[in-house]
């Protein structure tokens, strides 16, 4: 969980999913009882400040923005960030949605986490997956409003915006719709772009 501290401040700080930078990429894919959206997103910031004792970095975003984040033990290679170097931070994240043709009982959510860092004597970085699986009941299917209201097995309650109308041909109050949510953060240091 430490190792994924970093990768999460890193996006958070840069913005990653507020921002659509030009390398953005989204897919969707739907048909009736199964869709998929997924988005890919590249951001890159220039280190401007380094403070090898907090092991803290300054790094200027794309709108000139500078913002400090603290890189922990799990960081390696740490030593080897200089001022000028490029920190790229590729984010991607997707949603699948699929109808259950059978019951299954409502469990909690299935978690799985992963991190790496770089080996010693490599160029700094590190990535982080998470992906969490759930079975939702389909509570409330609304044609006229275009939307699908799905109940989590914690009581939470998602209201989905339903752009393909087919889906509301197989979709009906009762039913079971398994969702996979998954994100994944990649970050690397680079060699400044030459000028």
Do not use: C, W
Request: hydrophobic fraction near 45%; avoid cysteine; charged fraction near 30%.
């Amino acid at each position: 969980m430490q190792k994924l501290i970093f990768a999460v401040l890193v996006a958070a700080s840069l913005g990653v999913q507020a921002q659509q930078p030009p390398q953005a990429v989204a897919v969707k894919a739907s048909e009736p009882g199964k869709a998929a959206a997924a988005e890919a997103i590249e951001v890159r910031a220039r280190v401007v400040g380094i403070d090898k004792a907090s092991r803290s970095v300054d790094l200027k975003r794309p709108d000139g923005k500078v913002i400090s984040i603290t890189a922990g033990d799990e960081v390696k290679n740490f030593d080897q960030i200089k001022l000028g170097d490029d920190l790229v931070v590729r984010y991607v994240r997707a949603l699948t949605l699929e109808l259950l043709k059978s019951k299954s009982a409502v469990t909690a959510p299935d978690v799985k986490t992963d991190a790496v860092t770089a080996k010693p004597g490599e160029r700094p970085g590190a990535a982080a997956g998470h992906q969490v699986r759930v079975i939702a009941n389909v509570v409330a299917v609304n044609k006229k409003a275009s939307t699908i209201t799905l109940k989590g097995p914690r009581g939470n309650e998602v209201e989905l915006k339903v752009e393909d109308k087919r889906h509301f041909d197989v979709v009906k109050k009762g039913d079971q719709v398994e969702a996979v949510y998954t994100e994944a953060v990649a970050i690397s240091v680079e060699k400044p772009a030459k000028k």
